[in-house]
C-alpha cells in the first residue's frame, strides 16, 4: 500500500503529459487549412507581411509583438538614415489579418509559422527630402527575413 500513492501520481502525470503532447502538435494539414482561410489583401492598401516562424514564437501574442518590434525598429532607422530628425508620420492602420497558423509559402521556405499582415493606406507625411518607395526600400533592408513590404503598386502578395 506503501507504493500506491508514488504509483497513481506518476499515474497521473503521464496521462497529463500525454494530453499535452497530443493538443500541441500540429500538422502541416493544419497549417494548409488555416491557410486557405486567410483573406485576400486589398490591392489598394500598403501591406506589411510577416510569416513569423514558430520557433521564434510560439503564441500568436508573441508573434505579433515580434512583429510590431521588428517594424518599429526598421522604420524608426529607415527614418534617421532618410530624414535624420524629422518624425516620418505613415497613415493608420485600417486593418489586419492574424496571427494565425500557416505554413509559409513555397518561395519563403515553407516552414509553420504565424501569419500576420497588418495594412494601411499608401503615403508617407513629414520628411520632404524622401518618399514612400525609398521609404519602403530603407525599412525592408532592415527587417528580418519574414517580414516583407507589399505597396499598393506592388501586389500580390
Same mark, same amino acid.
Given at each position: ?6 504509483? !497513481? ?9 500525454? !494530453? ?10 493544419? %497549417?494548409?487549412?488555416?491557410?486557405? $482561410?486567410?483573406?485576400?489583401? $486589398?490591392?489598394?492598401? $500598403? ?22 518590434i521588428?517594424?518599429? @525598429?526598421?522604420?524608426?532607422q529607415?527614418?534617421?538614415? &532618410?530624414?535624420?530628425?524629422? /518624425? ?6 485600417? !486593418?489586419?489579418?492574424? #496571427?494565425?497558423?500557416?505554413?509559409? #509559402? ?7 509559422a504565424?501569419?500576420? /499582415?497588418?495594412?494601411? #493606406? ?6 520632404s ?5 525609398? %521609404?519602403?526600400q530603407?525599412?525592408?533592408?532592415? &527587417?528580418?527575413?519574414?517580414? @516583407?513590404?507589399?505597396?499598393?503598386? @506592388?501586389? #500580390?502578395?
Amino acid at each position: 500500500m506503501g507504493n500506491t500513492l508514488p504509483t !497513481g501520481i506518476i499515474s497521473i502525470v503521464l496521462i497529463i503529459l500525454q !494530453g499535452c503532447a497530443m493538443t500541441t502538435g500540429t500538422t502541416s494539414h493544419t %497549417f494548409q487549412k488555416t491557410l486557405t $482561410d486567410i483573406p485576400a489583401a $486589398d490591392p489598394v492598401l $500598403d501591406h506589411y507581411i510577416a510569416w513569423i516562424p514558430l520557433e521564434k514564437a510560439q503564441t500568436a501574442g508573441v508573434a505579433r509583438a515580434l512583429t510590431h518590434i521588428s517594424l518599429g @525598429n526598421a522604420r524608426e532607422q529607415a527614418a534617421e538614415e &532618410l530624414c535624420g530628425d524629422t /518624425r516620418i508620420i505613415k497613415q493608420p492602420v485600417t !486593418g489586419s489579418v492574424g #496571427p494565425v497558423q500557416a505554413l509559409a #509559402p513555397a518561395s519563403a521556405g515553407g516552414y509553420p509559422a504565424w501569419y500576420y /499582415r497588418i495594412s494601411q #493606406p499608401p503615403g508617407l507625411h513629414g520628411c520632404s527630402r524622401t518618399d514612400s518607395h525609398s %521609404f519602403h526600400q530603407a525599412v525592408q533592408a532592415s &527587417l528580418p527575413a519574414w517580414i @516583407n513590404i507589399r505597396t499598393a503598386a @506592388n501586389q #500580390p502578395e
